[in-house]
């Protein structure tokens, strides 16, 4: 892979997102928005910034800054926390699907935005002890997904976040003091943004049903507080990966 | 060759001269698409070029001097490059993001005849990928006449070169050229 895929995708968010962890490590509230800017550095330089947007994928800088305000406002743990996320929640998939059901509406559709809306609202609030290593995860999974079958920026967006979590979901397992915890409010922030991604792959870049279902289900744990909860992600996420690499095109492209 | 054979042969290459240049009748044609294919081609990493095309369209032309008007819809899913991954991906937000914005349209402001009455350029405005954008088509015709069923038929042939990022389509410039290339063959029957 060349370095104009590597740079913006993996190397650059993975420095900026330690960066931000070290930084943010005794104001552990500003580590949510910290990551979520230092995402959109990455798809600024992938995307590029269009306001007003022309596509449904331009207004995702958009809902990740209201994500981050509602995030501050309301610090995740209240009700107006979580009344605040989940109002981002349906705002997001609303403006994301709307380019699509301008011209027509259909059961299928309607029935995935559905899903994806209950999803996220029982993901928060994340009660998950391990949420860095599933959020990395699961997006590292719609990243395969998108760039082997679809589209290469979604999976580039999608690697980009998966690496914000890396040095996170490393001291998950093997604690880093200078690293600030990564808590239930970033948590829920990348839940979300990961969450749009993922409708947003399978509304516009054709990813199918199945592997999006799974896909989903990677991304429950987050509000399960059993750490062992967090295991019921990688398979999840292998499957899907398995789904698509059987029924994919043989041929090299 | 002898002076019968000669006379012979003059009058059906003046007969065939003829016919070449008879332009083709005024009036308001429907494209059909079993007879029109609509080509791109696109450079790849600055080594090949690529052809493709789109099976789904619909549109009509009017060839009628100080009144000629052309208008073609084309479905963006309809993508094919003989590679279905690649179809796809084209499909994506990379590139037409087609479910957002599933057609393209041709319309003229302007379409210029020869002196036979024949169309040879056309303004008009291009939508396509959300971005509307002025393009030029150069036209020059195959043929007409009666076909086997009692219709009228004409073919020409437009193309225009395009610029992808002129219409936000900015992904993958460095390897997927930027200037693309559209070939029109257009069989149009008289309504």
């Keep these: 892979m060349s370095t104009e895929l590597l740079l913006p995708s993996l190397i650059l968010p993975v420095l900026l997102g330690l960066l931000a962890g070290i930084l943010c490590r005794k104001h552990s509230l500003w580590l949510g928005p ?3 800017i230092t995402w959109l550095v990455s ?5 590029g910034l269009h306001w007003p947007p022309t596509e449904a994928l331009d207004g995702l800088p958009a809902i990740a ?3 981050v305000l509602a995030g501050l406002a309301g610090k995740q743990h209240t009700r107006l926390g979580t009344l605040a996320h989940v109002a981002v929640l349906v705002f ?3 403006s994301l699907a709307w380019p699509v059901l301008r011209h027509g509406t259909d059961v299928f559709t309607l029935g995935g935005l559905l899903v994806a809306a209950i999803a996220g609202i029982a993901s928060v609030p994340v009660k998950q002890r391990r949420p860095a290593s599933v959020l990395s995860l699961t997006a590292g999974g719609l990243a395969l997904a998108t760039a082997l079958d679809g589209s290469l920026l979604l ?9 914000l979590g890396i040095p996170f979901a490393i001291a998950e397992w093997r604690p880093r003091p200078f690293l600030a915890r990564f808590g239930p409010a970033p948590a829920g922030l990348l839940g979300l943004i990961l969450l749009i991604l993922l409708v947003h792959a399978w509304l516009y870049a054709e990813l199918p049903a199945g592997p999006s279902l799974l896909l989903l289900l990677a991304l429950l744990p987050l509000r399960l507080a059993a750490p062992r909860a967090a295991l019921i992600t990688p398979p999840a996420v292998a499957v899907a990966l398995t789904w698509l690499l059987l029924n994919a095109d043989e041929s090299g492209y | 060759m002898k002076p019968m054979n000669r006379i012979l042969t003059t009058a059906i290459l003046a007969l065939a001269t003829t016919q070449a240049q008879a332009a083709a009748e005024p009036g308001r044609y429907r494209i059909d698409p079993a007879h029109t294919s609509i080509l791109f081609t696109v450079g790849h990493l600055n080594t090949s070029r690529l052809v493709g095309r789109f099976n789904r369209f619909e549109g009509e032309f009017v060839l009628q001097p100080g009144q000629g008007r052309i208008d073609i819809r084309i479905d963006t899913d309809s993508v094919d490059t003989n590679h279905k991954k690649r179809d796809k991906h084209l499909r994506s937000p990379d590139f037409f993001n087609a479910r957002q914005f599933p057609q393209m349209h041709f319309v003229s402001h302007q379409v210029r005849f020869d002196q036979n009455g024949e169309p040879v350029a056309a303004e008009g405005s291009l939508s396509l990928h959300g971005q509307k954008r002025p393009v030029s088509l150069k036209i020059s015709p195959v043929g007409a006449g009666k076909d086997p069923w009692g219709g009228y038929r004409a073919g020409y042939t437009a193309t225009t070169t395009i610029k992808r990022s002129d219409f ?3 992904y993958m410039l460095g ?12 069989e149009g029957i008289k309504q």
């Design chain 2, 175 to 186: 390897g997927i050229g930027d200037e693309v290339v559209i070939t029109l063959e257009v």
């Design chain 1, 43 to 47: 798809f600024s330089w992938l995307r």
């Design chain 1, 92 to 94: 997001g998939l609303l």
């Design chain 1, 65 to 67: 800054l209201a994500a």
């Design chain 1, 34 to 36: 910290s990551l979520l």
């Design chain 1, 155 to 163: 999976g580039q967006l999608a690697a980009a976040l998966a690496s």
């Design chain 2, 168 to 170: 936000g389509m900015n």
